[in-house]
């Protein structure tokens, strides 16, 4: 051990350690009598005791090896004994997990065969070692608090993907997250655990005992009377179901929580562990003993003012000692046992960590005497042991112990040297070091200490009838406002705690983002830069590898941090040169996006893929940014886009090369931080998989004329004289004044790229915690209010309600406490201004790319996207605690936001339908809202015209469903009947959440409506052909919604117990909810614009309006008809099919009505009753239905005494009508169940419906009445060949050229929209002329 392999590659650095005595004295070191004073002192023999100094041998550097070698070997154990095998266990030393033949499933193992991850339904796997004698304890870090069970089991278990440890008779094992025990039967046991937690597993094979510590707390003994004897040992074992993840450790590191009494499964190296502490403590000899030449004397000073000054005798003596304490550096146990241990104490005394340079000269030491391999490996497991403490360190009130360890690892990085090797090698490659910057939320409030932080908790208690809550300060008692404000008072003692540990981790990646430190080559920012764009890599292209994602939870927090750091710096850029723009107004060029200097892998780009934009924008490339593409790059890159297709077709098979652990070169990431890269793929399916017959790993295709991320310099990023570096190829339309370092616009870019990967994602599951404390708040008061009212003599009943409101109450305190964390670490005002800045980084960015025209198709997409969900987040996740009106310039943003969305939804540089459905969508909920609606109103008004007439483009090829429903929201408020936000009979319900787009208070645009109005009265084809197809549309979703009801009733009569399928039931639901919108449009244009169906003299006009009483007498009849289909269906009241009812649909057919006969003028109301009643399918008893009139047949003379029982808003109906056209059938005598329900009446909805509503229906119905008498008596019949072949309606009105084919005009326009072919005899028609039949005949 004294010294390594003479080899050549390995020789110690040469200081020629034996002979140094034969320099002469000049050299400095000191006389031959201080010389062994003073090695005496640094290397005190033990045996010698108080001996006098006058009586020990002298010391020279000649004799120290062999005084050190046998000063090292006083007390290790004798050879042989140090082999023999502990008694009670069998099995290879080290211990590992089995993966040759223990296991069942598919599982991802570490390198170091420590770490696992689940990839199948529920896997298992057991170690190497087994014990059958004795007391035992091996840790598993819980990396993910997923279902898990851990524990001990036998060589006979046999496990499946269904059974697993504990499930078996002799397996045992622990389930914090079901909180259970299991031996083939379960019971509660334990608490719950979460990621971070560490899980001791304790047997103790004497008395047969199982019991298990959850972060060094005893949960009790889990299992007795296990079963022992010969032939019975125990292994341990773990069963994970997919994507969780732990690390075993049985003793290679010191165990974070050793029980008295329980030895580690494998052996502690004692005898290294002597030799690396006696070695440390004649280090701290070294560094406490100063040599006083002058006096010839030794003086003791203090250890932290220590320098290496390069005095030669102590270099001297600490080669000799590093000659041992180098090689031992190397191992985990030891650097986690006595390094770690060793630096954390010299940073205890608190003190920022500038304050203790001692740490940077020992890492100076540590470069100069040790070989680079060894300080390499050193620093490696380091910054490992440091990763896996701050990890798995339990949540103390003071967050001690991160603090600490995040302290040691500011001050590791602060020294240039092992900063650069560290970011090079290990940060992103072997660690997972986006760690360092999470701060993880404590799931057991009572351990966090967070009940002594925050001891009154508080929740808010007023809510409206919608379940909002609706505190006015006003309402609160005495006695909540002082909870309140001491809740608060906590709150804010919690958030100052949690500050301290961020503003160390925006301190570590200051020091990553150092640019200046250039003297031992590149700096720091630029190697930074090229692992954190592989990092997004990584996590852009493994969707889906559970192994290579970073978790959800770690990227919210490095994106805070790197925030945070990033403007810091780029302010401090901004200082210096004066021409620059500060953070506050940072944007990223639109060059980044083309010139493809920054690696945008795989992502897409508005206008599709790069290598297509490449070919079809060449020109306007070389034109406008002055960048030729090389057309070698743009055959290769069409070349590679084959390739890719095969690979990704590969990765999507189970077993293809995404299955391999092998194949991925990816971080090594999975559940511990301790592991080496490529791990192994375990597989009980497919063991043939281990060998593959090719390399698995592709080699990197070199793009041309693009630079691979790794081999960017500075200057490629920075650029320099001439040079734009990342900026190249600016376009005219981009300022030429400098914005920022490149570097930190690239890091920019990546961030907002992080934000779209997982973290707004993640921002929105966290809300759970106070929708939860919503709920429990709502049924708190709910119980609260029934004990007030419950009677006396019902005791039993109060019982269970104390019982209840205890519970409720209970869970809100650990609740509130819980939310505290979580707003204090995620929904911050600091974290929410973050949030606020990418958004305005993200609306300057797509300005700027979409000045330059064509080449806005390069951007990709996710800024857009992150725009739209960086609002939605600020709007929705991040109150009540911090209002979005707060935000500094927050009009002006949500007025540029709105410009974007009004431009872009329907722009045709997006190619993507996912995006353009985003922008669509994100508009559609923008006009929902007042604030957001008042912004749209804001935009210049040509932009404003033009998104108006992009909405009002034809309903056909293209999602058209999300602009009409942008169109009604602009109306609704405006309607008949149509200032609801819920529909009447859902009042009763709860909504799911009250937030929704669709559950706000009704909020017209006026303005937009005119802008609409001025649109369609203007362009008379534009008008037509929107028309047309919205009327289409309406006879699809209509036609579409009987079909599937009439299913659903079929379904629902048959005798076997059958179910509709939840999917049919949406859809249904969903054709009804269009069709109700598509009403409200053509409502709105009518009110509007009534020209369009009335003025005969615009070409469409007369056909527009026959079509539209066409469909509104099929809708009515359908509806309307008694004890009919819809009737029956929505009396079923199925789930999923809420919406569907009387009242929206009905409504909707009366407000078009209502404009066209009663508040139009003389010649327009006639021409509409005309075309109305001249209507086949037109049933006057289907207009007496609105107002709960019921005729006995369904003839028009059936109702002569319309209005005179109006009053009697619902009244039983005799008779029934059947559907549309059938004439009508006598109901069975048994059927009258149905007939005594209600009947629908607009008298019912006087909420709804005000009085000038009602009296026009009743109106509009008198002037049926009458109309419809007057025509039945006027009308001639008329001979059946006199009627129209086509709807056998009308009669014959016209013919066409040159066919001389007859039909009604009505048909024919119809058809002549869609179609220019005869009917009959499929000629194209030229001409369509009037018909009137000869008088002779």
């Not at 919690?494 to 961020?502: F, G, Q, W």
Request: aromatic share 8%; glycine share 6%.
């Amino acid at each position: 051990m004294s010294s390594k392999g003479g080899g050549t590659a390995l020789t110690r650095r040469n200081y020629r350690l034996s002979s140094d005595t034969d320099k002469p004295r000049s050299t400095g070191i000191v006389n031959e009598k201080l010389l062994s004073d003073y090695l005496h002192h640094v290397f005190p023999s033990t045996k010698q005791g108080p001996a006098l100094a006058s009586l020990r041998k002298p010391l020279g550097f000649q004799d120290l090896g062999a005084h050190l070698e046998r000063l090292l070997s006083e007390g290790e154990p004798a050879e042989e004994s140090r082999d023999q095998p502990v008694e009670g266990r069998l099995g290879p030393q080290p211990v590992v997990l089995d993966h040759t033949s223990g296991f069942e499933g598919l599982l991802f193992v570490d390198d170091d065969l420590l770490g696992v991850i689940g990839h199948s339904n529920f896997s298992s796997i057991r170690a190497t070692t087994c014990v059958y004698k004795g007391k035992w304890a091996y840790e598993v870090l819980i990396s993910s608090q997923g279902l898990m069970q851990i524990g001990w089991c036998t060589l006979n278990c046999r496990f499946n993907q269904e059974e697993g440890v504990g499930d078996t008779p002799d397996s045992y094992a622990y389930d914090g997250n079901r909180v259970r025990k299991w031996n083939v039967t379960t019971t509660n046991y334990g608490k719950s655990w979460a990621a971070g937690d560490i899980v001791s597993c304790l047997i103790d094979l004497d008395e047969g005992t199982i019991t298990f510590c959850l972060n060094g707390q005893s949960l009790g003994t889990a299992f007795t009377n296990i079963k022992t004897g010969p032939g019975v040992a125990y292994f341990p074992a773990i069963s994970l179901s997919f994507k969780e993840s732990v690390a075993f450790n049985f003793g290679s590191r010191p165990l974070r929580y050793p029980v008295e009494g329980y030895l580690p499964l494998q052996n502690p190296p004692t005898a290294d562990l002597m030799k690396a502490h006696k070695l440390l403590g004649y280090i701290k000899n070294v560094l406490a003993t100063a040599i006083d030449t002058q006096e010839e004397k030794l003086l003791e000073k203090d250890c932290a003012v220590w320098r290496l000054h390069g005095e030669p005798t102590v270099l001297v003596t600490l080669a000799h000692i590093f000659n041992h304490f180098a090689p031992l550096m190397c191992k985990v146990y030891l650097v986690e046992d006595v390094l770690m241990d060793f630096l954390l104490g010299i940073l205890e005394g608190g003190g920022s960590v500038d304050e203790h340079p001692l740490i940077q000269q020992l890492l100076d030491l540590f470069w100069l005497l040790m070989e680079d391999y060894e300080v390499n490996e050193c620093l490696k497991q380091l910054m490992m042991s440091l990763l896996r403490a701050y990890r798995f360190s339990p949540i103390i009130p003071d967050l001690g112990f991160q603090i600490h360890y995040l302290r040691l690892t500011t001050a590791i990085l602060r020294h240039e040297k092992s900063r650069k090797y560290l970011l090079s090698n290990v940060l992103f490659d072997v660690l997972r070091s986006v760690v360092f910057f999470y701060v993880k939320t404590p799931l057991r409030v009572k351990e966090a200490g967070l009940e002594e932080l925050i001891p009154t908790t508080w929740w808010p208690t007023h809510f409206d009838k919608e379940g909002k809550d609706e505190r006015e300060p006003k309402e609160e008692s005495a006695d909540e406002r002082l909870r309140r404000r001491a809740y608060e008072r906590g709150c804010q003692r919690l958030k100052k705690r949690i500050e301290v540990v961020e503003e160390l981790q925006v301190q570590i990646l200051r020091l990553l983002l150092n640019n200046k430190d250039k003297t031992t080559g590149e700096a720091s920012r630029y190697i930074f830069l090229n692992k954190f764009r592989k990092f997004l890599q990584e996590n852009a292209s493994n969707r889906g590898h559970p192994t290579a994602l970073c978790p959800p939870e770690y990227m919210v927090c490095f994106l805070h941090r790197l925030i945070t750091a990033v403007r810091s710096c780029w302010d401090e850029g901004n200082r210096k040169s004066p021409g620059s723009i500060s953070s506050e107004d940072a944007y990223v060029p639109p060059q980044l996006f083309y010139n493809g200097k920054v690696d945008y892998f795989d992502l897409q780009r508005l206008g599709g893929l790069l290598s297509h934009l490449k070919k079809t924008l060449k020109d306007d490339l070389a034109s406008k940014a002055n960048i030729i593409i090389d057309p070698a790059e743009i055959q290769t890159t069409s070349m590679d886009d084959l390739d890719e297709d095969e690979e990704s077709g590969a990765a999507q098979r189970p077993f293809g090369a995404a299955a391999m652990g092998g194949a991925l070169a990816r971080p090594s990431w999975l559940s511990s931080p301790t592991l080496g890269r490529a791990n192994r793929f375990l597989s009980t399916a497919a063991v043939s998989l281990m060998t593959p017959r090719r390399p698995l790993t592709q080699p990197e295709k070199v793009k041309v004329r693009t630079l691979a991320v790794e081999q960017r310099t500075e200057e490629d990023i920075e650029g320099s004289h001439g040079n734009d570096g990342l900026l190249l190829g600016r376009p005219l339309e981009e300022p030429d004044q400098p914005i920022a370092d490149k570097s930190l616009l690239e890091i920019v870019d990546g961030i907002v790229m992080m934000y779209n990967l997982s973290v707004h994602q993640q921002l929105g599951k966290m809300v759970v915690v106070s929708d939860d404390v919503h709920e429990y708040a709502v049924a708190l008061k709910d119980t609260e209010e029934k004990i007030a009212r419950c009677p006396a003599r019902r005791a039993d009943i109060l019982e269970e309600l104390q019982k209840s409101q205890k519970v409720f109450a209970e869970k809100l305190n650990h609740l509130s406490r819980r939310l505290a964390w979580i707003n204090a670490t995620i929904y911050s005002k600091e974290k929410m201004l973050d949030v606020y800045w990418l958004l305005c980084v993200c609306i300057r960015t797509i300005e700027h790319a979409d000045n330059t025209g064509s080449l806005f198709a390069f951007a990709p997409e996710f800024y857009l996207n992150v725009a739209m969900n960086a609002y939605s987040a600020l709007k929705n996740y991040f109150s009540p605690a911090n209002s979005m009106e707060e935000l500094p310039g927050y009009e002006e943003t949500l007025t540029q936001l709105a410009a974007i969305l009004a431009k872009h939804f329907a722009d045709p540089r997006i190619v993507g339908t996912d995006i353009k459905d985003s922008l669509m969508q994100a508009l559609a909920s923008y006009v929902c809202y007042p604030q957001s609606l008042r912004a749209v109103e804001r935009i210049p008004e040509e932009q404003r015209v033009a998104m108006m007439r992009n909405l009002l483009a034809p309903y056909e090829q293209r999602p058209w469903a999300q602009t009409n429903w942008i169109l009604v929201r602009l109306w609704r408020g405006c309607g008949f009947g149509y200032r609801y936000t819920r529909l009447p009979h859902l009042l009763k319900t709860k909504p799911e959440d009250a937030n929704l787009p669709s559950l706000q208070k009704p909020c017209p645009s006026l303005l937009l409506q005119r802008h609409m109005a001025e649109l369609l009265s203007m362009d008379k084809d534009m008008a037509a052909s929107f028309l047309n197809s919205v009327l289409n549309q309406l006879n699809w979703a209509f036609s579409e919604f009987i079909g599937m009801i009439q299913e659903i009733q079929q379904a629902a009569e048959r005798p076997e117990r059958n179910f509709v399928d939840t999917r049919q039931l949406k859809v249904c639901a969903t054709c009804f909810d269009l069709s109700v919108s598509l009403l409200r449009v053509l409502e709105m244009t009518v009110t509007l614009v009534p020209e369009i169906f009335l003025d005969w003299s615009r070409p469409s006009a007369e056909l527009l309006l026959r079509r539209l009483a066409q469909l509104l007498n099929q809708v009515l009849n359908r509806v309307t008809a008694e004890k009919n289909l819809f009737d029956r269906v929505v009396n079923l009241r199925l789930p999923g099919l809420e919406s569907v009812d009387h009242y929206p649909i009905l409504v909707a057919v009366t407000g078009i009505l209502v404009r066209i006969l009663v508040d139009g003028d003389r010649q327009g109301v006639s021409r509409a009753a005309s075309v109305l009643l001249s209507d086949p399918c037109f049933q006057l008893h289907s207009i007496q239905h609105l107002l709960g009139e019921g005729g006995g047949g369904g003839e028009a003379s059936g109702s002569a005494a319309v209005l005179t029982s109006t009053a009697t808003a619902a009244r039983p109906v005799v008779g029934s009508l059947g559907s549309s056209v059938a004439s009508p059938i006598p109901s069975a005598p048994g059927a009258a169940g149905p007939a005594e329900r209600k009947h629908f009446s607009l008298h019912a909805y006087t909420d709804y419906i005000s009085e000038e509503e009602k009296q026009k229906v009743e109106l509009m119905l008198a002037f049926l009445t009458e109309e419809s008498k007057q025509a039945a008596a006027s009308t001639a019949p008329t001979s059946e060949e006199d009627l129209c072949p086509i709807c056998y309606a009308h009669s014959i009105s016209a013919i066409f050229k040159p066919c001389s084919h007859k039909s009604c005009k009505a048909c024919i326009n119809q058809h002549l929209m869609n179609n220019k072919d005869c009917f009959f005899c499929k000629a194209t028609i030229t001409g369509v002329e009037d018909y009137s039949k000869p008088a002779s005949s």
